[in-house]
């Protein structure tokens, strides 16, 4: 439908592709929120595909940073551009785009928790599951275009994400 609109009405449209958001003020319905919490309540958490699962995660401020950069750079009705770039997915037809945002990094579930488990300081319980019907076993980003545009690369580290998340999340929740 944004595609049709920027085609139809010279609207430019870039549209975002996030993966795997993390970090504080995140929904609490992901993972690491859930995560946090039941080990901090000495509960169990899920763990689904029995943590054969690969996750393209991506830390909120690389997200805001991204996003800060590309906000300005507006794609162009098609009789304007000057150059293409083999590696956008810009339209044939309208200017409208398609950028991925993500670390390109994809990490285990398991080295993720574990990253958890030691900035809480505490081992999990832990209840391996099945797959999740509609789930996917691993995430990754393409973010050649992101880069190609800005210059920008993902910069923070799972293991630093994990860990200023985890010191928000006790002063927040008060713990």
């Given at each position: 439908?944004?595609?049709?609109?920027?085609?139809?009405?010279?609207?430019?449209?870039?549209?975002?592709?996030?993966?795997?958001?993390?970090?504080p003020w995140g929904r609490p319905d992901?993972?690491?929120?859930?995560?946090?919490?039941?080990?901090?309540?000495?509960?169990?958490?899920?763990?689904?595909?029995?943590?054969?699962?690969?996750?393209?995660?991506?830390?909120?401020?690389?997200?805001?940073?991204?996003?800060?950069?590309?906000?300005?750079?507006?794609?162009?009705?098609?009789?304007?551009?000057?150059?293409?770039?083999?590696?956008?997915?810009?339209?044939?037809?309208?200017?409208?785009?398609?950028?991925n945002i993500g670390n390109s990094k994809?990490?285990?579930?398991?080295?993720?928790?574990?990253?958890?488990?030691?900035?809480?300081?505490?081992?999990?319980?832990?209840?391996?599951?099945?797959?999740?019907?509609?789930?996917?076993?691993?995430?990754?980003?393409?973010?050649?275009?992101?880069?190609?545009?800005?210059?920008?690369?993902?910069k923070k580290s799972i293991q630093n994400?994990?860990?200023?998340?985890?010191?928000?999340?006790?002063?927040?929740?008060?713990?």
């Open positions: 439908m944004a595609h049709s609109y920027s085609h139809l009405y010279g609207i430019p449209i870039t549209m975002f592709r996030f993966f795997t958001v993390y970090g992901m993972a690491l929120f859930k995560f946090t919490k039941h080990i901090l309540e000495g509960k169990t958490i899920e763990i689904y595909n029995h943590g054969k699962m690969r996750r393209d995660f991506t830390n909120i401020f690389d997200l805001v940073e991204a996003i800060n950069l590309i906000i300005d750079i507006v794609p162009e009705i098609p009789s304007l551009r000057r150059k293409t770039n083999k590696r956008d997915s810009i339209s044939d037809v309208a200017p409208y785009r398609i950028i994809p990490t285990n579930l398991m080295d993720y928790i574990s990253e958890l488990e030691k900035a809480l300081g505490i081992t999990a319980n832990k209840n391996f599951l099945g797959m999740q019907m509609g789930d996917v076993k691993e995430t990754s980003s393409n973010t050649d275009l992101l880069f190609a545009l800005t210059g920008f690369k993902a994400g994990i860990i200023e998340f985890v010191e928000w999340y006790k002063s927040y929740y008060n713990y």
